[in-house]
Structure formats: C-alpha cells, structure tokens
C-alpha cells in the first residue's frame, strides 16, 4: 500500500496508565472547563444519508439505499432561520452527497441570494451520476467552495477507502473543475481536497501533506488546488465498525485519548457551528449528529430543532454535549470540517 504520509504513531499502546475516557474530565484536569458554545457563524446542514458512494470510514453510514432525505418543508424552514441569522456568514451543505437531494438547487440559491458563502462537501464522483451533468456550471455560477475528499494521491489508497474505480473518476473530476477555473487561486471558485487516513491512525501535519499532494497531483495529472484539509476519522458508525472487524477499537480510542492535545480545544468547531439534520433536529456537529445527541439550551432542555428557535443568536453560550468521541477532535494537532486546529 502506497504512503500517503500516514502517522503510525498507531495502534501501539492501550489507553495510558490513569487516562480517562471521559472527556469532561479532561478538560477539567486541564483546566479548560466544559465546552460552550460561541457566536455561531456557520450553519451546517447535513440533507441526508444518500449518497452514490459506500466509503468504509463514512461517519454518517451514508450510501445508495439510504431513505433519509431532507424534505422542502425543511429546507424553507432552513432558508427563513438562516435569512433572520444575519451573524451567520457560511453555509456548510452535507450528507451523504448533498447534491442527490431535491433541495441541493435551492438551498444554494437561496443562501447565496442572502449574501451568505456556500460551501459543499462534494465526493467528486457524483459529477457522473447519471442526470447530474448540470453540476460543474452550476457551482462556478453560484460561486461555491467546494471540499472534496481525496484521502490520497494515489490510486491504491483511494480505491481501498472509497470503491473500486473512485480514483480515475475523481481525477477526471479536478480535471473537469480545473478546467473550468477551480483551484486556480480565484477566492471565488475555491477547490479543498480532504484527506482522511485509511486505516487505525492520526493525519499527519497539513501543511507538510499539502505540499506533497500538490506536487504528486500536479506532476501526475496537472491538477491544481487550494488547501488540503487533514480530518481524523472518528469511532463512530461505519467507522467503528471496521474497527471492531479489524480488532482495534479499543487501541484507537487509546491512540486518541493518549494524543489529547488542549491546544486544540479553543479552535473546536462546535463552538461557532450549528449543525442542522435532515429532518430539522439541532445539533453542536455533525458528528453528535450521527450519534443522536441533539442541542439543548440547559442540562435538562428539550431537544431543539429549527422550528423551536427564530434566530441562531438563541444557541450562543449554551453548553455543548460532549462524548467520547470528541477525543477524535482534539488529538494530535486536532480535526475540524476545516482541518486541522493547531
């Protein structure tokens, strides 16, 4: 299996003599205190679990037969809070592939005719599913930022993590998306590539990674892009299964719990993000999102959802549930939709 800089500070050791699993404690034992929530600037809204890809580290479990699917009621509903939330600058749209939802069009429509940035966590294949050719010449005209995932430059790697055949069509999608601008060093046609690790083990440095895809991809196959984002894959779902299949469940949450990093913690997206699911639940992530850990206002609020709220302003300095799997975020030099944190 070809190097795509991987950190085999890996599966090495169980959890350290004294460490604790629970995250709230240490935070506590670092003196940073519970987690709570900022001024919100991006609203994150995941559509829906369908998806024309399977990928083995998928959080969300999303893939070709899932039924979740946000409906047009929800997404106008989405459209008015976002049109009364003049704090919220960006617009993070998610799935599965978001674009496969009914409401793609208008929920980027929309948000840009309110003056808000669009960004879409696009998987790149989805640009030749069958009836989605419009795709490329709708994001330049919308200006939207597009986060693509690329978990490596190189094809084994790829085909391994996201199906056989995914490589040779995602680059033939940068090609395309190049051609037409993207990843040229205009702000308004921005083109990020995501790297994921493929197996047990943490991101190495961005910038250090950075480099090299852009010299591997553009030696290669001429392709250019923006950033690269480093995202840890997280021990949940589809994710923690293989864990459990491979045997190493246990040793990753080590690996995280023993590479708690407090540096990230102030950078943390659930402090300025609102993630908003397919069905119009409120959550601190998209993360908790996959685990049904729904925002609240108060230790024992009801569960929130858009249509119990007018204005996101309402969830600044709220508490922000936490779990276990929030180690995933904050070790090594952190993980966020942005990348890294520190």
């Known amino acids: 299996m070809e190097s795509c800089g991987e950190v085999k500070t890996a599966l090495d050791a169980p959890i ?3 460490a604790s699993i629970n995250f709230n404690r240490v935070l506590s ?6 987690l709570s929530r900022g001024r919100t600037a991006t609203l994150q809204v995941n559509v829906g679990k369908l998806c024309n ?3 083995h580290h998928c959080h969300v479990d999303a893939g070709p037969k899932r039924p979740e699917r946000m409906t047009r009621e929800v997404a106008e509903r989405v459209r008015a809070i976002l049109a009364r939330s003049e704090q919220i600058t960006g617009v993070d749209l998610t799935g599965g592939a978001p674009e496969l939802n009914s409401n793609f069009r208008f929920l980027v429509e929309q948000a840009r005719a309110l003056g808000r940035r669009v960004m879409v966590r696009c998987n790149l294949t ?3 599913v069958e009836g989605m050719e419009w795709l490329p010449q709708f994001y330049r005209r919308n200006q939207v930022e597009l986060v693509c995932s690329m978990p490596c430059y190189g094809r084994e790697n790829v085909d391994r993590q996201r199906g ?3 490589f040779d069509k995602s680059i033939a999608a940068l090609t395309m998306l190049n051609r ?3 990843g040229m060093g205009d702000p308004g ?3 990020n590539l995501v790297y994921n690790p493929v197996g047990g083990f943490l991101p190495p440095a961005q910038a250090g990674l950075e480099a090299r895809y852009k010299e591997e991809l553009r030696k290669n196959f001429g392709i250019e892009f923006d950033h690269l984002l480093t995202i840890t894959n997280m021990p949940i779902n589809r994710f923690a299964a293989q864990l459990r299949h491979w045997g190493q469940e246990q040793e990753y949450m080590g690996l995280l719990v023993n590479h708690f990093n407090p540096a990230t913690v102030a950078g943390l997206m659930c402090r300025h993000l609102v993630s908003v699911g397919y069905d119009g639940k409120l959550y601190d992530c998209d993360f908790n999102q996959m685990l049904g850990m729904a925002l609240r206002v108060g230790a024992d609020g009801p569960e929130l959802t858009i249509w119990d709220i007018d204005n996101l302003r309402e969830l600044d300095g709220a508490q922000i549930a936490t779990g276990r799997h929030c180690f995933g975020c904050t070790a090594g030099t952190g993980s966020s939709c942005g990348g ?3």
């Open 126 to 128: 989805v640009l030749f």
């Open 53 to 55: 890809q399977a990928c």
């Open 180 to 182: 037409l601008g993207y």
């Open 29 to 34: 034992e670092h003196s940073l205190g519970l």
């Open 16 to 18: 350290g003599a004294g």
């Open 189 to 191: 046609l921005t083109l």
């Open 340 to 342: 890294a944190l520190a």
């Open 164 to 166: 056989g055949g995914v």
